[in-house]
């Protein structure tokens, strides 16, 4: 028997919309209200606003929490100021990612919040505690109790000062966030994103979510759903845990090694990355850009001029903000290089295209 | 719920086919179309290419996935509907308004096998 499919707080909300739902991570999810364009024009031009309350909150707190979270994280959390969030993965021992995540450091010594994709909440939690081993931590696994929205798009932060009522919003810089209470009960408002645009995620209990996403739909903010979101940080040049990310694609291979800081004194995976770096690795992910209509799509083969297949494309689109099919393929790393023609086939023909950087678009963070 | 007219046959993988003599113009159901959503390109094969019942003809791509067309009856592409490159949201507006190929067909004895519209109404929901 499969589990029957969970609900977000959000759900009958979504249904009175009209939404088209779909099974994702477990979740029965809006994928769309009106249409995936419309509203991914709606966070590039306005602001739209999306349910992400699937998504994993692991709260790490004790003694030995730095200590811990840095041994299973890429990036660096030492000395981290509060109020402060770093991207990262939590890595193998051989490289390959377990998941791509967010850390807070909260506004207590030794506490840390984790935020995980939905598909792999289960699988993270597992994964933490089996290498708590020897860390004094608590390690909880909070996800079911808190809501998520995310607020995206140039008037993000108007919507959130004026509409939800957090004057706050407008002092975040990107990659911050700070707690605020309201009702006697916490919320996280937090400035990033995952469409490229200027934005916040807001993390509370389900009714104060409930009563921002009615809020928000009264002041004429755009529902947006996973189809868009999709779309948004595709051509942000954001990869998605599952396509870009997996247990076979390390972050070096993804071109993230930005975020694996290998000057740390120990990760899991770290003498994996160390070599992968130094010593090349057999596939890379690139942007690629076709001069044709025809869309490329996970799987299909990139080709070399003469037929050889070198990779495969992991995420595709007709680009909505760009007007181009644009995809990342993980592609043999002799073929990685910016300028290196490639051939993508679409069902029975090959069509042309050029490596390109992953960023498509140019994102527009409030640094 | 989604429009299916009457006096066109049907295939279940929703292609429609309206007979003109010899000819079949052939487009997809609104109910392709709205599954769809926002279609972004059609992939349509060239005047003169040959078509073969219960084989892919093209396809077409909308932002989120791609769905094979597939050739309702046998025959020789006689046009394609050339606005349709430009345009592909037409389908979206009116699928059958906007046809996608015209086949002179080898075998009128194909249409058959095709659903009329109450047959497919069970399908298409």
Redesign the interface.
């Known amino acids: 028997m499969e589990n029957p499919l969970k609900k977000t707080c959000l759900h009958d909300l979504h249904v009175e919309l009209g939404a088209k739902m779909s099974p994702f991570a477990g979740y029965d999810m809006p994928i769309q209200y009106g249409g995936i364009i419309e509203e991914h024009n709606a966070v590039r031009e306005a602001v739209g606003v999306f349910d992400v309350s699937h998504m994993g909150e692991i709260f790490v707190s004790g003694p030995g929490a730095e200590a811990f979270v840095n041994h299973i994280f890429t990036n660096d959390v030492r000395g981290l100021s509060d109020g402060t969030i770093l991207y990262g993965m939590m890595l193998y021992p051989d490289g390959g990612t377990v998941d791509d995540l967010l850390v807070y450091k909260e506004f207590a010594p030794d506490h840390y919040l984790l935020v995980v994709n939905a598909s792999n909440i289960d699988k993270d939690y597992t994964w933490m505690l089996e290498q708590a081993e020897g860390f004094d931590v608590c390690i909880d696994n909070q996800s079911d109790a808190w809501g998520q929205i995310a607020v995206q798009g140039p008037k993000a932060e108007q919507a959130v000062v004026d509409v939800l009522g957090f004057p706050e919003a407008a002092s975040l810089t990107f990659y911050t966030f700070c707690d605020c209470e309201r009702d006697s009960r916490r919320v996280i408002l937090s400035r990033t994103g995952y469409t490229g645009e200027d934005g916040f995620e807001i993390y509370a209990c389900p009714e104060l979510i409930r009563a921002w996403w009615k809020a928000l739909m009264a002041a004429g903010v755009a529902p947006c759903g996973l189809g868009c979101r999709d779309t948004l940080r595709f051509e942000a040049g954001l990869p998605l845990y599952g396509d870009e990310l997996t247990a076979e694609i390390s972050p070096v291979m993804a071109g993230l090694g930005m975020f694996c800081k290998l000057d740390k004194p120990e990760f899991i995976g770290q003498e994996a990355l160390a070599t992968q770096k130094s010593g090349g690795v057999a596939r890379k992910l690139v942007g690629i850009e076709l001069s044709d209509k025809a869309v490329p799509r996970h799987g299909y083969p990139v080709e070399l001029e003469d037929g050889t297949e070198v990779g495969e494309v992991t995420t595709g689109y007709r680009s909505i903000s760009l007007d181009k099919s644009i995809c990342f393929a993980l592609v043999d790393s002799a073929y990685a290089a910016l300028g290196t023609p490639l051939r993508v086939r679409i069902r029975k023909h090959t069509f042309p295209g050029v490596v390109v950087k992953k960023r498509f678009y140019q994102t527009r963070y409030k640094k | 719920m989604s429009k299916i007219v009457d006096g066109l046959l049907y295939r279940e993988s929703h292609e429609w086919v309206r007979v003109d003599g010899n000819v079949a113009i052939i487009g997809v159901s609104d109910f392709a179309q709205s599954e769809m959503?926002?279609i972004?390109?059609v992939?349509m094969p060239d005047v003169d290419d040959e078509v073969s019942a219960g084989e892919?003809f093209g396809?077409l791509?909308?932002?989120?996935?791609?769905s094979?067309l597939i050739a309702p009856v046998s025959g020789v592409v006689v046009a394609v509907n050339e606005e349709l490159e430009d345009k592909p949201e037409l389908i979206n507006e009116d699928a059958y308004e906007a046809w996608i190929i015209k086949v002179e067909m080898s075998d009128k004895g194909e249409l058959d096998a095709l659903l009329n519209a109450a047959a497919y109404a069970e399908i298409a929901k």
Do not use: F, H
């Not at chain 2, 791509?61 to 791609?66: A, G, L, N, Q, W």
């Open positions: 959503g926002d972004t390109y992939d892919d396809a791509e909308s932002v989120k996935t791609s094979e």
